[in-house]
């Protein structure tokens, strides 16, 4: 039966490395010999093997000397042979990375116990990784809450996108949730285990821009007492956020849109270019096609920018996620506060949902907080509620003229369906229409959400 694993046997005995190769290719692996140290290290560079079966005394040097070099790119993959009764030795070997060890005159079930042993260690190892991948991934995008379709479809595409190696822009109103997309993204990406350095584009001073971004030599300028790597060289392997990146000035764009086709950085007076392996994550809350037309904004970097986006509706785009946003920010804030708030009274609730946001979920987040800091117990009921909210008509999002027999009946049904909880069957009794006909109905409603906010 062929294993197709392949080791690499170096061992300087040539009548008992042909009689465990033979042993070996029988039992389906993969035999590659080596009869001296110099020999399996040019075959190391070459090559990939899945096993090490190293002999510690051969010509050219000692065994163990080597081991450690061998375990650092071989690890839990070499299993020495020893002569008799070295367990001394054996010991030592262990110690210094080697995942077994066998007593020469070699057994040969021995010899293929130890080595399927290996294998079956090294086989759970991937599969943990895997599954700690994976749990590590739900970890990411699961910090969004959410109930909408239209959300699940933003974080589905996210997950897609995560795993390719774009540039991604990330788009929507201030306190959407861009930054916490971008961890997600970084999170559940191959580089999740590397740095996600974030660079708020609206902050840097114009004149300090390029040195902040792509680092300095010492003595570039007056203060500049040491070289300072600058945070596209911190976010190497890794990945970068040009957060706010509609603020990012003109003469920066050009030389950031350099940096990104080359992946070289030139530090400020520095001579040599570096080259850099950086994920790209940029986000913004402005209409960057409209500031391109401005002028303000340089197509060719926003074509660069712009491989993949992604857009995060405002909440006001996707009702049905503030109450669950905000009993999970008042789960947090009941954590850290210790008077109790027990939940939200179906008017509190009607009410949240009507307000239209304008900063969105950081804007609920912090109301929630407020009134936990108030120190409020009991339920939550709309004389708790800022009065913006009690005032709130949803005329504000039309700009103050009368709504369309369409809008409140839409808006109608939103409001019973938040007060059942978004129970379908229950709200769809109350207003008398089937089940169906309510799904159907607020399926175009969000479809025409969806366009309104892409638009
Ligand atoms: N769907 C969500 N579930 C849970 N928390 C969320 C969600 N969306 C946003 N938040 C939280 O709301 C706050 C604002 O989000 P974030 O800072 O990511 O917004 P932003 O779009 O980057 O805002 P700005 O444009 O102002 O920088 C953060 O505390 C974030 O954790
Ligand atoms: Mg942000």
Not at 282 to 301: G, I, M, S, W
Not at 345 to 359: E, F, I, M, N, Q
Request: charged share 25%.
């Amino acid at each position: 039966m062929k294993t197709g694993k392949r080791i690499l046997l170096i061992e300087d005995d040539e009548p008992l490395r042909e009689s465990i190769r033979c042993f070996l290719e029988q039992n389906g692996f993969l035999t590659v010999e080596s009869g001296c140290l110099a020999d399996a290290r040019r075959r190391l560079e070459r090559d990939v093997f899945d096993l090490l079966l190293l002999d510690l005394t051969l010509p050219d040097g000692d065994g163990m000397d080597v081991l450690e070099w061998f375990a650092a790119q071989y690890p839990h993959r070499i299993v020495v042979l020893t002569g008799t009764g070295s367990i001394d030795t054996a010991v030592l070997a262990m110690k210094k990375g080697a995942h077994d060890f066998l007593q020469k005159p070699i057994n040969p079930e021995m010899l293929l116990i130890t080595l399927q042993r290996a294998l079956a260690f090294l086989q759970t190892r991937d599969e943990f990784r895997d599954l700690k991948r994976e749990i590590g991934d739900a970890a990411g995008f699961d910090k969004f809450i959410f109930r909408s379709r239209v959300m699940a479809e933003v974080i589905g595409t996210a997950r897609q996108y995560a795993a390719t190696p774009h540039t991604i822009l990330i788009c929507g109103e201030t306190g959407t949730g861009k930054e916490l997309m971008a961890q997600a993204i970084h999170h559940c990406s191959s580089r999740g285990s590397q740095p996600l350095i974030s660079v708020n584009c609206a902050s840097i001073p114009e004149n300090l821009a390029e040195s902040e971004l792509f680092g300095f030599k010492k003595g570039a300028f007056t203060g500049a007492y040491a070289d300072s790597p600058g945070k596209f060289l911190l976010a190497d392997r890794g990945t970068i956020l040009l957060d706010e990146i509609g603020e990012l000035p003109l003469n920066i764009q050009a030389k950031l849109l350099r940096v990104l086709e080359e992946s070289v950085i030139t530090p400020l007076k520095g001579r040599k270019p570096l080259p850099v392996n950086i994920r790209v994550l940029a986000a913004t809350n402005k209409d960057l096609e409209e500031e391109v037309q401005q002028k303000r904004f340089r197509a060719d970097l926003y074509y660069r920018i712009d491989e993949l986006k992604i857009l995060i509706p405002p909440l006001r785009a996707r009702r049905e996620d503030i109450v669950p946003l905000a009993e999970h920010f008042l789960g947090i804030a009941n954590l850290v506060n210790p008077r109790r708030i027990t939940g939200i009274s179906g008017s509190a609730r009607r009410l949240l949902t009507r307000y239209d946001w304008p900063g969105n979920v950081r804007e609920l987040k912090n109301t929630i907080f407020k009134i936990s800091a108030a120190g409020l117990t009991g339920e939550i009921g709309p004389e708790h509620l800022p009065l913006k909210l009690l005032h709130s008509r949803r005329g504000h999002a039309r700009g103050g003229r009368q709504p369309s027999l369409a809008e409140v009946s839409r808006d109608h049904m939103q409001d019973v369906l938040s007060q059942c909880g978004y129970k379908y069957a229950q709200a769809a009794k109350i207003l008398g229409i089937s089940r169906t006909s309510l799904y159907r109905k607020m399926s175009e409603l969000e479809a025409k959400n969806k366009k309104k906010t892409v638009s």
